[in-house]
């Protein structure tokens, strides 16, 4: 989201904006609101839409802007920009850890730590939150919460989990949006 974040306020102080989509805007969010707000931000004529689009290159041409080199639809093509911003996702920094020599369990594919409903590892005494931990909300006051009741529970003798459904975030970009608790998809697939 911190790309639409960004696009949308330059495009608001009047910068030529364009937007690369890899795949889907504002993965793990509600579907149908995430459509709105690219559709939004792309109707009012301030930001462009390049999707699906995935940079390859950027080379600094002799006049000091960027040339950038981009797939769409398996066609490689070319555009000219002054400025570039990479907002692509995050990745774990857990594989110079040691973990799986404590005996910590990896997800294969991204790398984050495999823990149960209390946030415990595969080891008993070790513990993992926030961004790291897989399948849990990569937002800032979802592991300061997470942080808490953890300490509670090793502490304080509280037993109740962290609530990692319904978690109020925002999305800063032009039509704003806020939302808790499941998106569309998601409720549909569970209820």
């Known amino acids: ?20 989509v890899r795949s889907i805007l504002l993965r793990g969010f509600d579907r149908d609101m ?18 699906p689009a995935t940079p390859t290159k ?3 041409k002799e006049d000091g802007k960027l040339l950038v080199t981009f797939t769409v639809d398996g066609k490689v093509q070319t555009d000219v920009f002054d400025t570039v911003l990479m907002a692509v996702g995050r990745v774990p920094c857990t594989t110079d850890l040691g973990l799986p020599a404590a005996g910590v369990q990896l997800d294969e594919r991204t790398k984050k730590v495999i823990v149960d409903d209390l ?18 909300p990569e937002l800032t006051p979802s592991a300061i919460q997470a942080g808490q009741m953890l300490s509670a529970r090793l502490f304080g003798g509280a037993t109740a989990p962290c609530d990692y459904v319904n978690v109020c975030t925002t999305v800063f970009t032009p039509i704003e949006y806020g939302c808790c608790g499941y998106s569309e998809e998601d409720a549909i697939e569970k209820f």
Do not use: P, Q, W
Request: charged content about 25%; aromatic content about 10%; glycine content about 12%.
């Open 119 to 136: 946030d415990k590892t595969s080891v008993d005494h070790i513990f993992c939150i926030g961004d790291m931990a897989l399948g849990r």
């Open 34 to 51: 995430a459509e709105r707000i690219g559709n939004y931000m792309e109707s009012k004529g301030s930001v462009k839409f390049i999707k």
């Open 58 to 60: 950027i080379e600094k």
């Open 1 to 20: 989201y911190v790309a639409l974040e960004c696009a949308g306020f330059l495009a608001g102080i009047g910068f030529d904006t364009t937007v690369m």
